[in-house]
Nanobody, 122 residues
Framework: QLQASGGGLVQAGGSLRLSCAAS????????LGWFRQAPGKEREFVAS????????YLASSVKGRCTISRDNAKNTVFLQMNSLKPEDTANYYC?????????????????WGKGTQVTVSS
């Protein structure tokens, strides 16, 4: 089970740190990622990280503003979001998959977590 948290309402230019805690599985066996879905839009890739944390991938829309990291000892993956924009408003989901690179295209997802809402006001 994956449970995301850390969302909320923030002004444009602000920061949020999302967390996703995993339970019931061997966390370090999976690549992990974040996706988001805004109202009326399709779910899109945000970031992914390899099993050991050595490789990360970021969507071009968040590159330079967001960082993904993981703590396998705590079974948690993080998404640090800075310089937030109104267009970042969405429900953010964490996911587990086989390979971080494959998750970029939305493939290879094994588990989806429940989302956490991020709202950025202008």
């Amino acid at each position: 089970q994956l449970q995301a948290s850390g969302g909320g309402l923030v002004q444009a230019g602000g920061s949020l740190r999302l967390s996703c805690a995993a339970s019931g599985r061997t966390f370090s066996e999976y690549a992990l990622g974040w996706f988001r879905q805004a109202p009326g839009k399709e779910r899109e890739f945000v970031a992914s990280i390899s099993r050991g944390g050595g490789s990360t991938y970021l969507a071009s829309s968040v590159k330079g503003r967001c960082t993904i990291s993981r703590d396998n000892a705590k079974n948690t993956v993080f998404l640090q979001m800075n310089s937030l924009k109104p267009e970042d408003t969405a429900n953010y989901y964490c996911a587990a998959g086989g390979a971080a690179a494959t998750m970029v295209s939305g493939h290879g997802i094994v588990y989806w977590g429940k989302g956490t809402q991020v709202t950025v006001s202008s």
